[in-house]
């Protein structure tokens, strides 16, 4: 089973900020957050990862809370494109991810 | 393009007949792993090679299952005697063990229809 909660689905406006949260109340010290995206008829897409600091990329910006707890993946500019399911993975280093539904994203113009 | 390929991208079959589908992983890429999803739901983990070896299947993979990667390079995952629950998009991925995180890059999948 997925070891993370993320909301079903959520709704942002074309131009603005998407912010995604997810649960991992109990990652363990060696896991690390991976986030991956996919839009309709793709495979999934690399967007970012972390362990324990903040994270970012061309992509996205990774907030990991202190405790671990708790992440937040967030579109800085969010576009049409970005309408997608999104998903928040917690894993060892070279094992196997195990994907939960995820979130969908609509993104509005 | 130089990123996961897999051939076909959609497959019909009738029930009961055999398939097999091509995975070709990103070049010099050690590990290779296979996953099916189905409708709404996100994709779950069939099996895993390094190189040529099959290190890793998950119970999801019965016996009408087989994937093979006899050369390091690319894979085949067959399914024998089809049914209508085998419906679904299966997915491949690679990985580089190497790489310090061990991000997979996927595929864009074979969708399998089974009437």
């Known amino acids: 089973d997925a070891k993370t909660t993320q909301p079903p689905s959520m709704d942002c406006a074309e131009g603005r900020a998407a912010n995604l949260p997810c649960n991992h109340s109990t990652i363990s010290g060696n896991e690390y957050v991976y986030w991956y995206r996919q839009i309709h008829s793709q495979g999934p897409q690399y967007i970012i990862h972390g362990l324990k600091n903040n994270e970012t990329n061309e992509m996205a910006s990774l907030i990991i809370t202190e405790d671990r707890k708790s992440s937040t993946l967030i579109l800085p500019h969010a576009t049409l494109r970005d309408t997608a399911v999104y998903y928040c993975?917690?894993?060892?280093?070279?094992?196997?991810?195990?994907f939960g539904p995820g979130t969908r994203l609509s993104v509005l113009p | 393009d130089t990123g996961v390929s897999q051939d076909p991208r959609h497959k019909i079959t009738k029930r009961g007949q055999n398939v097999t589908f091509r995975c070709d992983p990103i070049?010099?890429?050690?590990?290779l792993y296979w996953y099916r999803q189905t409708l709404g739901q996100g994709p779950e983990f069939l099996t895993y090679?390094?190189?040529?070896?099959?290190?890793?299947k998950s119970r999801l993979l019965s016996d009408r299952f087989s994937a093979e990667r006899p050369k390091g390079s690319f894979s085949t995952l067959e399914i024998q005697r089809t049914e209508q629950g085998d419906s679904a998009m299966y997915l491949c991925?690679?990985?580089?063990?190497?790489?310090?995180?061990?991000?997979?890059?996927f595929g864009p999948g074979t969708r399998l229809t089974v009437t």
């Open positions: 993975i917690v894993r060892v280093l070279g094992q196997n991810f195990v």
């Open positions: 090679f390094q190189n040529e070896a099959q290190l890793e």
């Open positions: 070049s010099e890429h050690n590990r």
């Open positions: 991925a690679s990985s580089l063990i190497a790489s310090s995180s061990y991000e997979q890059y």
